[in-house]
């Protein structure tokens, strides 16, 4: 069974992140409260999602454990292969209906703040994903995540 296992905003770029118990994802605006809020460059940039699988592979790479916020997506996920859906969209909870786009590709900025040397090296291509908000709703945590298309 695919889920959320955490939801994470941020109101300002710089400003660390953190968790809420759920949030409001508004079609063509992205997540209510979050630094990107009617602020993005393209559609892709409204909410990003990464697999709580990644992070733990990555963690056992590096034997060191990172708390999941400090990987600035807004969604952690568990049990959906992320970046196997580009192109495809996914169901969350009862209403949210998202597009995934492309892959997320980790920053210089996440290594500096991180402090872990060849963190961009070792992320490439598992960092997560950038989606679209097809369809307005709330999610919440344990939400089921379903693979529409």
Same mark, same amino acid.
Do not use: W
């Given at each position: 069974? !695919?889920?959320? =296992? =955490?939801i994470? @905003? ?11 118990e *759920?949030?409001?994802?508004? !079609? ?5 409260? #979050? ?5 993005? *460059? ?9 697999? $709580? *699988?990644?992070? %733990?592979?990555? %963690?056992? =790479?590096?034997? $060191? /454990? ?8 807004n969604?952690?996920? *568990? ?9 495809? /969209?996914? $169901?969350?909870?009862? %209403? &949210? &209906?998202?597009? @995934?786009? %492309?892959?997320? $590709?980790?920053?210089?900025? +996440? ?5 872990i040397?060849? +963190? &961009?090296?070792?992320? &490439?291509?598992? !960092?997560?994903? =950038?989606?679209?908000? @097809?369809? !307005?709703g709330?999610?919440?945590?344990? #939400?089921?995540?379903? @693979?529409l298309?």
């Open positions: 069974m !695919s889920i959320i =296992k =955490k994470n @905003i941020t109101a300002k770029s710089e400003a660390d992140t953190f968790y809420i *759920e949030a409001y994802l508004e !079609s063509n605006a992205g997540i209510v409260g #979050d630094r990107y809020y009617n602020n993005y *460059e393209k559609p892709s940039n409204q909410i990003t999602l990464i697999e $709580q *699988e990644i992070i %733990e592979d990555f %963690e056992k =790479k590096i034997n $060191q /454990k990172i708390e999941h916020k400090d990987f600035r997506r969604v952690i996920t *568990e049990g959906i292969p992320l970046t196997k859906l580009i192109n495809k /969209k996914i $169901q969350i909870g009862n %209403e &949210v &209906v998202l597009k @995934i786009h %492309e892959i997320c $590709q980790p920053c210089h900025y +996440l290594q500096k703040k991180l402090k040397d060849n +963190l &961009v090296k070792l992320l &490439v291509n598992k !960092s997560g994903v =950038k989606a679209e908000i @097809i369809t !307005s709330k999610i919440k945590i344990n #939400d089921k995540l379903i @693979i298309d």
